[in-house]
């Protein structure tokens, strides 16, 4: 079973739809980070965070820590965030844990 | 800021070859990282440097090796390449500073490696 494991693999959506990424882990970490990778193969972070929420423009990240659980939403979807999202995690180690990626097509 | 940069950007080699991967980044970062991304897999760390001339190894190091000799670049080298290292490397970094932001990571935009 991997550390980290992501839900869905595959999401398509229509433009303003509300989405919902998740991201689940088995291992005690210090911090989850949020990252989207363009078509293009270009990796941006999105958000590190390692309790409650955290806001930025349409994005929204929370964790629970005693559930080992972190959402991915973002609010009133565009094509333009058509992109894989990945989930990693950092435990003890200077090693992040990465989940496979959530590809999300968004269509006008 | 260019923030952080890699070349080659494409490259092909036959088997048995060697080639330097250049990381340079401009944020004064201490840590840096090479990564390798696979299809249907995560990515996966090579090797990762927490201070200018110090090294670490990842999870998949053999057949790679770098060197910090600067804060700012890492390279990753490849001494003699095979089929299997046929790739996307990322380079990333992050600053060292207390608390969980300082754990966020910067990519580059990556080197597509193949290998005949």
């Known amino acids: 079973k991997n550390e980290v494991e992501q839900s869905p693999q595959n999401l398509t959506a229509q433009e303003g739809e509300f989405i919902t990424i998740n991201c689940s882990y088995s291992v005690g970490i210090s911090a989850l980070h949020w990252l989207q990778q363009h078509p293009g193969g270009g990796i941006v972070s999105l958000f590190m965070l390692s309790s409650g929420k955290k806001k930025h423009g349409r994005l929204i990240a929370t964790i629970n820590i005693q559930e080992k659980h972190s959402s991915l939403h973002i609010t009133a979807s565009h094509p333009r965030d058509s992109a894989v999202y990945i989930c990693a995690v950092k435990g003890g180690s200077e090693k992040l844990v990465f989940g496979k990626g959530t590809k999300l097509t968004v269509n006008p | 800021n260019a923030g952080v940069t890699q070349t080659p950007k494409f490259r092909v080699l036959k088997t048995g070859q060697s080639m330097t991967l250049l990381c340079a980044q401009d944020?004064?970062?201490?840590?840096m990282y090479w990564y390798r991304q696979d299809p249907g897999m995560g990515l996966r760390l090579i090797h990762y440097s927490v201070g200018e001339g110090t090294t670490a190894k990842g999870e998949v190091p053999d057949g790679y090796n770098v060197s910090r000799l600067k804060k700012q670049n890492f390279l990753l080298g490849l001494e003699s390449a095979a089929p299997s290292q046929t790739s996307v490397y990322f380079c990333a970094s992050r600053r060292n500073y207390r608390g969980s932001s300082s754990y966020e990571q910067y990519f580059g935009p990556g080197t597509r490696l193949t290998v005949t």
């Open positions: 944020m004064n970062h201490e840590y």
